[in-house]
């Protein structure tokens, strides 16, 4: 082909709007026809690009100085829209400015570091558990994932005992935030002065744990590789993303395990199988759904020239179920090897927070395999409405005592 013949290729294109509230409640129907659609397709709907194919969402997410996160990496295009919060300091951001603020975030972060929480998150599992199997009949959100999380990370990070649940509520309006500004993100806003408030304070140092996490983004402040104020945005990364994603992540753990009797028997034979067990989950069924990135200069992809400033959406939910990557993609194994998913993203902004989000997830995961023989549905699952997180409102469930 001529360049020619690719600046004149058939341009593929799709009405379908990703965040209507029926999209979001059940993606993979609509996942399908914009992988069938093409590689890169033009959303009518928003005037974005998108992709459902796993090249191509990795190839963007691969090269940050062409596809670009400082004009936003929701739909909003901070060229030409005001952010709705002020932009974070790492996720919305290019190097050169985000490198040592992902240099600070990552040495917080990291895997290292955060081994000393195993034995911690094991003993919650364990209290946890306790009580699950007590009850019996249990809401895998609300009385799994949501205890769970609250009380890990926060206690993690340093925050004090209080006021914890309204986390949640900031994680729903920023994961909205990064759709369109439509009814499901006006509904998540009701609350966003006090909540806001809420975790802004969080992120002050004077009401942080010195021992904890957060503290540490503070050190290396006064070292002066960032500045207080960036060490601070560090701080509300973490309270930003790391927590409705693993409850989000939980739900579908419980939901995956319910519907599919013969994997949690595999898992319970060996539960060491727990850690690649997460790693399917968040494949076949995975909290994150979507992200964009910016074009910063004229570029061809997929054989459409895409003029600089163009926002182009990645289907990740999508992308972890292609058939051109994964094979039986539909089909939930957690002896698949799952390692290369895309639940984290790939690139600069790989999720800072993955190491700690599989230290809770595998801590919960193993505990449960040890202690529990079943994991039934017992009423009608509600998926969450969300812009961005897929996974439950309600998750009505008996565990059944190994
Ligand atoms: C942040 C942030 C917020 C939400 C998600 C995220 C997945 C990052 O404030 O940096 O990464």
């Given at each position: ?27 993979y129907?609509?996942?399908?026809s ?26 963007v ?10 004009a936003?990496v ?84 340093g ?52 021992n ?54 595999k ?44 926002k ?10 292609d ?14 090897n ?65």
């Amino acid at each position: 082909m001529t360049d020619a013949d690719t600046l004149t290729a058939a341009r593929p294109s799709s009405d379908i709007d990703p965040f209507s509230r029926e999209n979001v409640l059940a993606p993979y129907a609509w996942h399908q026809s914009l992988h069938d659609a093409g590689p890169l397709v033009w959303m009518t709907k928003y005037d974005v690009w998108g992709t459902a194919r796993y090249d191509i969402a990795k190839q963007v997410l691969d090269d940050w100085e062409t596809y670009g996160s400082g004009a936003g990496v929701g739909l909003a295009n901070f060229h030409t829209e005001k952010p709705w919060r002020p932009p974070s300091k790492l996720l919305e951001a290019d190097p050169p400015e985000h490198t040592p603020r992902r240099g600070v975030a990552d040495g917080v972060m990291a895997h290292s570091r955060l081994r000393e929480f195993r034995p911690i998150f094991a003993e919650q599992a364990k209290l946890l558990v306790d009580d699950l199997l007590a009850k019996g009949d249990i809401d895998g959100m609300e009385d799994v994932a949501k205890p769970y999380i609250l009380k890990v990370f926060p206690d993690a990070v340093g925050l004090g005992p209080d006021g914890r649940e309204q986390l949640l509520d900031y994680g729903n309006m920023v994961f909205n935030g990064f759709g369109p500004l439509n009814d499901t993100f006006a509904a998540s806003t009701a609350a966003a002065d006090a909540v806001v408030d809420y975790v802004m304070g969080c992120c002050d140092r004077d009401r942080l744990d010195p021992n904890g996490l957060g503290e540490q983004a503070y050190k290396a402040a006064d070292e002066g590789i960032v500045s207080n104020e960036e060490a601070l945005f560090i701080v509300r990364s973490m309270l930003s993303a790391g927590l409705d994603t693993t409850v989000y992540a939980i739900g579908n753990v419980l939901s995956c395990f319910a519907d599919h009797p013969d994997e949690w028997e595999k898992l319970r034979a060996d539960p060491s199988k727990a850690r690649n067990a997460v790693e399917e989950v968040l494949r076949y069924d995975s909290p994150f759904q979507s992200f964009f990135r910016t074009t910063t200069r004229d570029v061809e992809l997929a054989g459409q020239h895409i003029p600089a400033k163009t926002k182009i959406m990645m289907s990740l939910g999508a992308a972890n179920r292609d058939p051109a990557f994964w094979e039986k993609p539909d089909v939930f194994d957690i002896d698949r090897n799952a390692a290369a998913h895309l639940g984290f993203g790939f690139g600069v902004h790989h999720c800072m927070g993955q190491a700690m989000a599989r230290l809770e997830l595998q801590a919960l995961v193993t505990e449960m395999a040890k202690r529990i023989e079943r994991i039934e549905i017992t009423g009608p699952a509600v998926r969450a409405v969300n812009n961005t997180l897929h996974g439950f409102e309600t998750l009505p469930l008996r565990v059944v005592a190994a």
